[in-house]
């Protein structure tokens, strides 16, 4: 790093990046007022488009899915590396975006997460074409979309679909999304969410009385749910997250329903965790039925999950032709033939988890470049972010902080403090000409990934 800040091209871009930083906070500030829950990201896109174009990266366009690329062209054979800030918030369109301002504070929800990054973007691509300076590959930068809660990170999965031909390929991905300016997370917190819902044929809670509860069995299963037993190392966590179901107190529910969210640094566990998720759910609905006399359901799976379909199902409980077994349900009226329970799994999301050593290639070209500014690497480990993408599939990968200071993200009371905040982009900039090459200098510059069949 210390060799690259003895080129002129490079100080007059990291001058450039001090100098531009009032423009990009307001930029950040105009984007942190245009809405763009998940899957509703259209407007700001159009905003991000426009000033890809302004910034001077070419074949700036926006994907099928809503992501917005630009590519910065390098000078001959150099990695091909992705720099990414996503443009979705966790909020509803309908949520109040008034920015306020308290001092040096500004609030808005979603003005940190992940607003701030897809500013400095800009910043990055305005500073490199000012000063004129690439490096030996193309650099493309990418707005994307879909990266927040069931958006199950839909953008940056659809940027690496096409890694066996040469123009979908990357050979390395910066993620910018975190509070900490100096932090590095290089660990990928994979994920699996499900929709469980629990179906019956319901009725009047006195004269209905006697039939299977989809309640009642959704509660056996929570409660097997919370007596699981995860690892520590490599840690694996599990919750119930939200509940729904029943109209009235005095009416037996015909249906209700569960998300339930797992997580895993290890890909190993967290299946584990989801075929012990599956066997809790199919006993807790066998047991509320066999509790009114009902006889056992089998499980049946009758789903997948891609990047087109993002809801795979699965069932436990063809009830075709069954019958009640010793069933003993007092005076209840207007019986139906089978008032067993089924239950349905609907796959929200799933996100891969992956592992890299501390002392990688990519880690540690970030702790140079963060060095190089004066800061100190605050080494986070394991998250669940845009690069969980790429470093399942063997890809170097790693999330970095933003510029500024920040806090309460996905809350409405999110706040930013522009402090110092060019330090972020001035990192990212000798991160990103290090990892591509510059000039002679290549001690971090990453492996070219020849794509398959090439």
């Not at 895993?264 to 809790?280: F, P, Y």
């Not at 089978?338 to 891969?352: C, H, L, M, S, Y």
Request: charged content about 25%.
């Amino acid at each position: 790093m210390d060799k690259l800040l003895k080129y002129n091209g490079v100080q007059e871009a990291l001058k450039f990046l001090r100098e531009d930083d009032e423009r990009t906070l307001q930029e950040h500030l105009e984007m942190c007022q245009i809405p763009a829950p998940s899957y509703e990201e259209g407007e700001k896109a159009e905003y991000v488009r426009k000033k890809m174009v302004d910034a001077g990266l070419s074949d700036v366009h926006v994907d099928e899915v809503g992501n917005v690329l630009g590519t910065w062209k390098g000078t001959g054979n150099g990695p091909r590396i992705m720099v990414a800030g996503h443009t979705d918030t966790v909020f509803p369109r309908e949520t109040d975006l008034t920015l306020k301002k308290e001092g040096e504070r500004y609030s808005c929800p979603g003005i940190g997460d992940d607003t701030r990054a897809v500013a400095e973007l800009l910043s990055l691509a305005r500073a490199m074409n000012a000063a004129g300076i690439r490096g030996e590959g193309d650099i493309v930068f990418c707005a994307n979309v879909c990266e927040e809660g069931l958006g199950d990170l839909r953008g940056i999965k659809h940027v690496f679909k096409n890694m066996a031909n040469t123009e979908g390929h990357y050979d390395g991905f910066v993620s910018i999304d975190d509070k900490n300016t100096s932090g590095i997370i290089y660990q990928a917190v994979g994920s699996e969410r499900y929709l469980v819902t629990f179906h019956g044929t319901g009725g009047h809670s006195f004269t209905g009385f006697g039939i299977p509860n989809p309640i009642h069995a959704m509660g056996r299963a929570i409660a097997k749910i919370s007596d699981f037993q995860t690892p520590k190392n490599p840690k694996t966590t599990f919750s119930v997250g939200v509940v729904n179901g029943g109209t009235s107190v005095n009416v037996i529910a015909a249906e209700c329903s569960m998300l339930v969210d797992m997580r895993s640094v290890d890909a190993g566990e967290l299946e584990k965790l989801s075929a012990k998720l599956h066997q809790a759910i199919e006993e807790a609905v066998n047991e509320e039925n066999a509790r009114w006399g009902y006889g056992t359901l089998s499980s049946e799976s009758t789903g997948t999950l891609d990047d087109n379909n993002m809801t795979a199902k699965s069932s436990v409980g063809d009830t075709a032709g069954a019958v009640p077994v010793n069933a003993d349900n007092g005076d209840r009226e207007n019986s139906a033939e089978d008032d067993r329970i089924t239950v349905t799994f609907e796959q929200k999301g799933r996100r891969p988890a992956g592992t890299q050593e501390k002392s990688c290639q990519i880690v540690q070209a970030a702790n140079a470049a963060n060095q190089a500014i004066g800061m100190e690497t605050l080494y986070i480990g394991a998250a669940s972010t845009d690069a969980n993408i790429p470093i399942s599939l063997g890809i170097p990968a790693i999330t970095v902080g933003w510029g500024g200071k920040g806090g309460g993200e996905h809350t409405i009371h999110e706040w930013y403090e522009s402090v110092e905040s060019w330090k972020g982009p001035q990192r990212d900039l000798l991160l990103l000409l290090a990892l591509s090459g510059y000039e002679n200098i290549r001690e971090y510059q990453l492996p070219r990934i020849n794509p398959k069949g090439k």
